[in-house]
Each structure stands twice: as structure tokens, then as C-alpha cells.
């Protein structure tokens, strides 16, 4: 079958123009063709459809091959030009070359010209996939790869060219740092295969929530960015509103099972005032953080001075520290024991592992000032293994070398969330476990009762297998999440610890003291042991014992202790 040959031919004789499609014909080809004279004609004949090959003779009463030639490379420049003339110089020739035509003949010489075309279109097809190629590699370069969104880095350009716009001509703009609050669920839930798709589908619903002239950016992981470009904070906070709402009206189903989402978003103007790119971003996210913190599912709004914003720069401030803390080996471990609430003196005393941090000057940091950023910031893993190395060979140095006794009680390690959906966790603990030497059933790991919720099935997974070893499992701050007591059916657990913000009330407030007796009755029934948290007094133990607690543990029984400085480590019975 005849190849079809879409060819424009410039050439003011029409009989020459049938001979060149005549020769074309000859050699194999089926053309359809269009013959201009005029530089208006070959413009529109340009602009109507794509033309395969130019064919443009030299000289002609009204126009000529070097304007032939310009407009083709000006607009179409994968197009291939070939000027066939009756008489044509050499220096005119090398010069057509050097401009971008293709190639040369004489009319009364068109035995070349089929060779010619076949090696033109040959070349042409390669410089469009070239071109194509680099097209994709400049797209690559600017755009996600997963949402086709633009990048960070491309973000981040924009960003400096809006903020020079603002100081250079008064131009007020706004960022948005958005943060996706359910996405770990989701990813944790279904695979990282479900994550992707809500990716893509959340980028699709995005592009109809902005304007022309705005920017839409995955900054990384489950973050995006907004840039709305020429745009008052009080539109800024409209457009953020509808980007809350439209998420969480959003049902990502995944096999027939639908997910809620919801969004937190940082909201920072652009204005002559505005620092830097750097700082931009850094506001942003202190904001979203904020937002976080204050519930999730709302827009907060950049402003200077902000409380709960210095309070969340703090934060970002612990995140160096922290590292740089794990890097110097700065972190203590304390203990604090947990007593029978019925006859605790003489009793086998469990103990739970606390964390301090020693600052350069010798000063001593308590976890409530780095916990959240660490949380936050996504250090938390790290902390925990630290945690775990360091109290395994505490252990291993009183238990290790020797067969443990018959009752050594339960020695509590706090773990994240986090935590559990790292894969190669467990087996961390499984080789911690060996080579220290230790009788898994003395260690107790425990988890908020909030974090195993929101990980409920990572959770259930991992105190199977911490069990199936032999280690214990408790549930803190139990009672802090108002769930369900139906979840005491699902995850397998040893002890619960009842929040304290429940203990420390039950001599003042009723409702405290029912749902504290609430916990410890339907504890019991499921063979789950009791520990009371923040016990501070002596009226207070002696409440728990007519409640029927098991356990207790707070400063009025004993208060932490950093192992470092114990010289006689352990006295178990």
C-alpha cells in the first residue's frame, strides 16, 4: 500500500509543481498536496494542517525560498525543507543549508528526489522522537512523577519569582502547605499501591479548586502546595476553604471499601515583607503543623506573633537536637516502678523505662519537650530503637548471664506508632532479644491506646508476633481516646494502663472515678491486668485499692530514677 505524503509545495508554476508530485507518485508515494506563491498563502496553508514535507522552489515573482524556509523553521522546525530550483549557486546553497533546508536539486534533475524525501522523513520522524524524548526529560525534570503535579524544586523557582514580583511591584500572593491527615491509614490499611491511586485521584480533584495562574505542587510523600499567584488573603483563605471542604466530602474507595479524608493546611501570605523562599516554606509548614494540632480538618493562617506558631517553630527547633542528640549518644534512660496496688512492699516490682535527654550543659530534659517534634518530624523510630538497645543491655547486664528467676515482674518500653509500620521492627526486637540474652517474657511493650487505634491493623499484627516470642503488651493511656470498649476484643494485650488524668481526679469527680472503675471491671473480665497512672497520694492508693486496681505507678509511689546511677541495679525477689 502507497504511503500517504501530505506535501506543500511553494512554487509559482503549477506544471513544475504536477512534475514533482508526479515524481513522487513514481516512486511509491501517495501525496495530497498544496501549491502557495505568496507568503500570506503559505502562512495560512501552514496554520490549517501539518504538512509531512516543504518542497519550495528558490525564486519566485512575489516570494522566495530563504522566506519559505524561515517561516517553516520558525514554526514547524521538525518539518524538512527541500528547495528544488532550475538554477541555483553553490554559495546560495551552502547558505540554504546552514539556514535548515534539508537538501538541494535541480528541476531538470529529480531522479534524487525521492531519495531525498525517503532520508528526510526518515530524519525528521528521528528529531521528533528526540525532541519528544527531550520534551519529557524537561517535563520529568519540573513535574511529579506519580501526579504529574508540579515538583518541589520547580515549586520552590515559582515561589522565588512570586516573591520577587511582591517586593519589586507591591503584588500580594499567598502559599498553601497542605498535608493529607488520614493518608497513613490509608497506606497502612491497603498497600502502598491504594496510597498512589488517592495521590492521583486527590491531583485530578485539585485542578478545578484553582485559577488559571496558579500552581499546583506535591512537595513530597502526602504534602502538596498551592502558589495562588495576584491573590488577597482573604480570597487565599476562600480558595484553602474550599480545598478543606472538597476533601472531606472526598470518599476514596479502594475494592469496594471507602475512606474519609480530611486535610490540614498552612496558609502564608506573600508580600514585600516576606524573607525568603526558605522562610516561606518553613511558616507553612508551621502553620499546617498547627493546624494539626489544633484538630486537623482546618486552615491556619500565617501571622507574626502567632503563640501556637512559636510554640510549633519550637518544635522544628528540636528536630536538629534531637538528631544531633542520637548522633552523641545524649539521650538517658530512667526507670519508674510500678507496684501492686495489694501489698506492694516486698512484692516483685516491674519497672518502666522512661527517656531523658542530657543537654551539652548538663542540664537534664524531660520527654514532654521533644516527644511531639519527634512524633512529628518523623523520629520517633529512631528513638525507640535507642530505647530498646540501651534498656536490653541494662537487662542484659543483671539477666543476661544467668538464668532469670522464677518472677522477675515486667520491665515496660514505650514504643510509636511509627514504629509499627516499619517493616524490619520486629525483627530488630527479635535480634536485640538474642543478643542480649533475655527472657522475652519480662519485657512489656506498651502503646497509646490513640496510636493503636489509628493503626489498628498494623497494631493487631505486631503484639501477635511481640507475643508469639513471649514478650507482654499493654495499652496506655487508656481511656484518653474515648474508644470503644469493643476494642479490648480486638487487640491482645496484657495490662492496660488507665490515663491519669482519670486516677489523679477520682476523690473529687464521680464521673473520673466510674470510668476508672468503668476500665478496671471490664478489664478484668477479659483477663487483662490493671495499671492506675499518676498516682500521687495516699488517699489515692488507698481508692485504688477498693476500686480493685492491679497495678500503680506515678511520684507518690516512686519516683524515676536514671538507671545510670543505681549501684545495686535490680533487687528482683
Not at 265 to 273: D, E, F, K, N, Q
Not at 538 to 554: A, C, F, R, S
Amino acid at each position: 500500500m502507497e504511503p500517504p505524503l501530505r506535501v506543500l509545495i511553494v512554487e509559482d508554476s503549477e506544471n513544475d509543481a504536477l512534475l514533482l508530485v508526479r515524481e513522487l507518485r513514481r516512486g511509491g508515494y501517495a501525496p495530497t498536496f498544496h501549491r502557495v506563491d505568496t507568503s500570506e498563502s503559505m502562512h495560512a496553508a501552514l496554520a490549517r494542517q501539518p504538512w509531512d514535507l516543504v518542497i519550495t522552489d528558490h525564486k519566485m515573482p512575489r516570494f522566495d525560498s530563504n522566506a519559505a524556509l524561515a517561516m517553516v523553521k520558525e514554526g514547524y522546525p521538525d518539518t524538512p525543507v527541500i528547495i528544488v530550483s532550475g538554477s541555483i549557486g553553490e554559495e546560495f546553497a551552502v547558505a540554504a543549508m546552514k539556514a535548515g533546508a534539508q537538501d538541494y536539486l535541480m528541476k531538470g534533475n529529480l531522479m534524487r528526489l525521492v531519495p531525498a524525501v525517503e532520508r528526510e522523513l526518515r530524519e525528521a520522524e528521528t528529531r521528533r522522537a528526540r525532541r519528544r524524548a527531550e520534551d519529557a526529560i524537561r517535563h520529568m525534570a519540573y513535574h511529579d512523577a506519580l501526579t504529574d503535579l508540579v515538583n518541589r524544586s520547580e515549586f520552590e523557582r515559582r515561589l522565588a519569582q512570586a516573591l520577587s514580583s511582591a517586593k519589586e511591584r507591591g503584588l500580594s500572593h499567598a502559599l498553601l502547605y497542605m498535608d493529607l491527615d488520614q493518608f497513613k491509614l490509608i497506606n497502612d490499611t491497603c498497600g502502598h499501591v491504594a496510597g498512589d491511586e488517592l495521590l492521583r485521584q486527590l491531583a485530578v480533584l485539585f485542578q478545578d479548586l484553582v485559577r488559571g495562574n496558579d500552581t499546583l505542587a506535591r512537595l513530597g510523600g502526602d504534602e502538596f502546595g498551592a502558589l495562588l499567584e495576584s491573590c488577597p488573603l482573604e480570597h487565599a483563605q476562600q480558595i484553602a476553604e474550599d480545598f478543606r471542604r472538597t476533601i472531606s466530602d472526598f470518599r476514596f474507595v479502594w475494592r469496594d471499601k471507602p475512606f474519609g479524608i480530611c486535610v490540614s493546611i498552612g496558609l502564608v501570605p506573600i508580600t514585600a515583607h516576606s524573607a525568603n523562599v526558605s522562610a516561606m516554606l518553613s511558616h507553612a509548614d508551621m502553620a499546617c503543623y498547627a493546624a494539626k494540632g489544633q484538630g486537623r480538618n482546618r486552615v491556619h493562617v500565617y501571622s507574626e506573633g502567632d503563640e501556637e506558631l512559636a510554640r510549633r517553630h519550637g518544635d522544628m527547633q528540636w528536630v536538629s537536637r534531637i538528631r544531633q542528640a542520637l548522633e552523641e549518644d545524649r539521650f538517658l534512660l530512667y526507670r519508674q516502678a510500678i507496684v501492686p496496688v495489694f501489698s506492694p512492699a516486698g512484692s516483685t516490682a516491674n519497672f518502666e523505662f522512661l527517656i531523658r535527654l542530657r543537654e551539652n550543659d548538663g542540664s537534664i530534659i524531660g520527654p514532654a519537650a521533644f516527644i511531639a517534634a519527634a512524633e512529628h518530624y518523623n523520629l520517633m523510630p529512631a528513638l525507640d530503637r535507642w530505647v530498646i538497645e540501651h534498656a536490653f543491655a541494662y537487662l542484659g547486664e543483671v539477666y543476661g548471664q544467668a538464668p532469670p528467676p522464677q518472677n522477675p515482674g515486667a520491665f515496660f518500653i514505650n514504643l510509636s506508632g511509627t514504629s509499627l509500620s516499619d517493616q524490619s521492627f520486629f525483627e530488630f526486637i527479635h535480634e536485640k532479644l538474642q543478643q542480649y540474652e533475655l527472657a522475652a517474657s519480662m519485657i512489656c511493650f506498651e502503646i497509646t491506646e490513640t496510636a493503636a487505634i489509628c493503626n489498628l491493623g498494623k497494631a493487631v499484627e505486631f503484639i501477635k508476633e511481640i507475643r508469639e516470642v513471649g514478650c507482654k503488651f499493654a495499652l496506655d493511656d487508656f481511656g484518653s481516646g474515648l474508644s470503644s470498649f469493643s476494642y479490648l476484643k480486638t487487640i491482645p494485650v496484657d495490662f492496660v494502663k488507665i490515663d491519669g488524668s482519670f486516677v489523679r481526679n477520682i476523690l473529687n469527680d464521680p464521673m473520673d472515678r466510674a470510668i476508672v472503675e468503668a476500665i478496671n471491671e471490664i478489664c478484668h473480665v477479659a483477663g487483662i491486668r490493671t495499671v492506675a497512672e499518676f498516682v500521687e497520694t495516699p488517699e489515692i492508693k488507698h481508692e485504688l485499692q477498693t476500686i480493685g486496681v492491679d497495678y500503680m505507678q506515678g511520684y507518690g509511689v516512686s519516683e524515676p530514677e536514671p538507671i545510670a546511677t543505681l549501684d545495686d541495679t535490680i533487687q528482683p525477689d
